[in-house]
């Protein structure tokens, strides 16, 4: 058993991953460490210039009241939903069907009725009105039907009942669909043949700020409670705190530990701990900055040399990919957003 580098305790009981190498979250310290296997050998590593949460966050700091309240905070999110993965399953099948996927699909009426609106929106609709769902899937397609119902699916996850934050929220899960659409157009580009994990790793990317936006907006008191009175510091706490937070969640959820790396590292792709994962990472860091340039930040439209992003240099991006990757974005986006509700 890999023990915590920071404070030595081990995983939970439960814990029974075989990865050869991935990013782990401490429970009992709340650091991020990484453990490999090699044969019989399990060791767990300290990141690279990873400092110790608890120097950042000490006992008796904000930070560290959020982070003691995770667990609690865990259990009042609504679960990952269980067709997100079925999707994805599915899709690896090399003998999955159109009527495999209509199949399950119909196990939802929300998002079949999704799919039916997105086949007949003037960006995919053809000469006819399309009115069986069947013939919607052979429309979109099976990537962009996976990508819709990953859309709908965790639309959940970012809804508030408080009215002061209904704006950043929505704001919030418009640029997740954004970067996740982006993510998934330039795993196509690159031809990354993981195009579908992209998607679900860009539309979670920042599920740690919804996380500490919940527990801003729930019922606890102290410093906590403060932070509903100072945006400025609440937002200098959700971009603070949001990737560590992210990659708890992942494991909370028990995600392929892919999901983790990418929620912790997409705005320092290199310390994802695999180089397998590093494409990931750069794909949804960069897909991140393309999603603010066209309007769907948290701040809405930002000025960022893309070509001159370390994801763009390290991914070979050029002119020429750069604007096949932005043609029809914003239709295409709207289309989906505009279908899913």
């Known amino acids: 058993m890999a023990n915590c580098p920071f404070c030595n305790t081990p995983p939970p009981a439960a814990y029974t991953s075989t990865e050869r190498c991935e990013l782990f979250a401490c429970g009992a310290c709340f650091n991020p460490y990484i453990i490999r296997r090699d044969g019989n050998s399990t060791a767990g590593e300290i990141p690279e210039n990873t400092q110790d ?49 209509a199949t399950l699909i119909r196990q939802d009426p ?33 990537k962009t039907i996976a990508n819709t119902v990953q859309v709908v699916a965790n639309s959940n996850l970012f809804i508030t009942g408080d009215k002061r934050l209904k704006n950043v929220m929505r704001a919030l899960w ?29 539309l979670l990317h920042d599920i740690g700020k919804v996380v500490l936006l919940d527990i801003v907006t729930g019922s606890y008191s102290g410093a906590i409670a403060s932070l509903r009175m100072t945006p400025e510091l609440l937002d200098e706490v959700v971009q603070s ?32 701990p695999r180089e397998d994962w590093l494409p990931l990472a750069h794909i949804v860091s960069m897909a991140n900055a393309v999603a603010k340039v066209e309007g769907y930040g948290m701040r809405g439209k930002e000025d960022i040399l893309l070509l001159s992003h370390p994801s763009a240099r390290y ?11 932005r043609v029809d974005i914003s239709e295409k986006l709207e289309a989906l957003l505009d279908a899913s509700g």
């Open 174 to 202: 418009r640029h997740s669909v954004a970067t996740a659409h982006c993510a998934f157009e330039v795993a196509k580009l690159l031809a990354e043949p993981r195009a579908e994990s992209l998607f679900l790793g860009g």
């Open 315 to 325: 991914l070979n991006f050029n002119d020429m990919k750069l604007a096949t990757l």
């Open 110 to 142: 929300v998002v079949a009725l999704t799919i039916m609106k997105l086949a007949n929106s003037p960006v995919y609709g053809g000469l006819q009105e399309i009115k069986d769902l069947n013939a919607a899937c052979a429309r979109l397609g099976s």
């Open 241 to 272: 705190f949001h990737p560590l937070v992210g990659l708890h969640l992942a494991q909370h959820w028990d995600l392929p530990p892919e999901f983790g790396a990418i929620a912790y590292a997409h705005h320092e792709p290199e310390r994802a």
């Open 53 to 101: 949460i608890r120097l950042i966050a000490p006992e008796g700091s904000l930070g560290h009241a959020i982070l003691s309240i995770l667990p609690q905070a865990f259990d009042k999110l609504p679960v990952m939903p269980e067709i997100s993965m079925k999707i994805l399953q599915m899709l690896r099948d090399p003998e999955m069907s159109m009527t495999d996927l």
